[in-house]
């Protein structure tokens, strides 16, 4: 079993930052893409920050400039620096990872979520 899990979530005031933490844990051999989604309200969920197998990182328009996703492969975590917080930034982040087996084809794993409010 594989188990997904983010923390770092929290209140924090515009202009702040906060680093969100994605640990994988479980029967895997490795990290091989991952992404950081958010949701809030009745929103449709939407695409924060993504990394590839090639090391290209791609980022919402609402987030370049700010936002850095990382990974620490050693450490099965997966990261996301959030600087220069915005309220519209309020929402849950939720990671989700693409698994590199030995013995099945690769596969997708998502956490339950933190939740990260931006407010004054």
């Known amino acids: 079993q594989v188990q997904v899990a983010e923390s770092g979530g929290g209140f924090v005031q515009p202009g702040g930052s906060l680093i969100l933490s994605c640990l994988v844990s479980?029967?895997?051999?490795?990290?091989?893409?991952a992404a950081w989604y958010r949701q809030s309200g009745g929103s449709q969920r939407e695409l924060v920050a993504g990394?590839?197998?090639?090391?290209?990182?791609n980022y919402a328009d609402s987030v370049k400039g700010r936002f850095t996703i990382s990974r620490d492969n050693a450490r099965n975590t997966v990261y996301l620096q959030m600087n220069s917080l915005q309220t519209t930034d309020t929402a849950t982040y939720s990671c989700k990872v693409e698994l590199q087996d030995l013995t099945r084809p690769r596969f997708w794993r998502w956490g339950q979520g933190t939740q990260v409010t931006v407010s004054s």
């Open positions: 990394d590839s197998d090639s090391g290209v990182s």
């Open positions: 479980g029967r895997f051999y490795y990290i091989y893409t």
